[in-house]
T-cell receptor, first 111, second 117 residues
Framework: DQQVKQNSPSLSVQEGRISILNCDYT??????FLWYKKYPAEGPTFLIS?????DKNEDGRFTVFLNKSAKHLSLHIVPSQPGDSAVYFC??????????FGTGTRLQVFP | GAGVSQSPSNKVTEKGKDVELRCDPI?????LYWYRQSLGQGLEFLIY????????KSGLPSDRFSAERTGGSVSTLTIQRTQQEDSAVYLC???????????????FGEGSWLTVV
């Protein structure tokens, strides 16, 4: 049972434009959501997070939106840069339990 | 070191052999996690430790997999009688907070790439 789903395996965006990565979850008890970024041959690195008591969190070019009624979160990157090209994983947990990860979306930002 | 350290970084082994993967978490981190990523798959939870105990082993795929943590620090993941489907990158992560607290962010190592031939 895939509790965290990223339905788009890949996304291609032009440099300077907005990248929107989507994530859906099924467990309404999740209370903390995170995005990780992974370059090839490296471990995932933490990018940004949001608590279920909020609907938006912004950090520089990165903004995460949470829609609890739809059980949906998204990561917006604006403006997108070639260095943002990586695989992005969303993750969620409940009460600090183990993180459940999605399958990832490969973002490619082209000039 | 400053980050989570894993060894070996790459391991090629013959089917049926045992392998040990090591993880040295960030100093002072109480929680330690093992995940794996098979080709084309997401991050699959295996096990986590709080101190030296493992409250959740639910992700271990079979009894060929085991893990231990000693001294609240280094952890070893052991795979016995390896099979080709065990080929994956095994990722260790640690967290400064005990599990059970909201807002728990975990920090990953670079992974151990295991290939079973």
């Amino acid at each position: 049972d895939q509790q965290v789903k990223q339905n788009s395996p890949s996304l291609s965006v032009q440099e300077g434009r907005i990248s929107i990565l989507n994530c859906d979850y099924t467990n309404s008890m999740f209370d903390y959501f995170l995005w990780y970024k992974k370059y090839p041959a490296e471990g995932p690195t933490f990018l940004i997070s949001i608590s279920s008591i909020k609907d938006k969190n912004e950090d520089g070019r990165f903004t995460v939106f949470l829609n609890k009624s739809a059980k949906h979160l998204s990561l917006h990157i604006v403006p997108s840069q070639p260095g943002d090209s990586a695989v992005y994983f969303c993750a969620a947990n409940r009460h600090g339990d183990k993180l459940i990860f999605g399958t990832g979306t490969r973002l490619q930002v082209f000039p | 070191g400053a980050g989570v350290s894993q060894s070996p970084s790459n391991k090629v082994t013959e089917k049926g052999k045992d392998v040990e993967l090591r993880c040295d978490p960030i100093s002072g981190h109480t929680a330690l996690y093992w995940y794996r990523q098979s080709l084309g798959q997401g991050l699959e939870f295996l096990i986590y430790f709080q101190g030296n105990s493992a409250p959740d082993k639910s992700g271990l795929p079979s009894d060929r997999f085991s893990a231990e943590r000693t001294g609240g620090s280094v952890s070893t993941l052991t795979i016995q009688r390896t099979q080709q489907e065990d080929s994956a990158v095994y990722l260790c992560a640690s967290s400064p907070q005990p599990t059970g607290l909201a807002g728990n962010t975990i920090y990953f190592g670079e992974g151990s790439w295991l290939t079973v031939v």
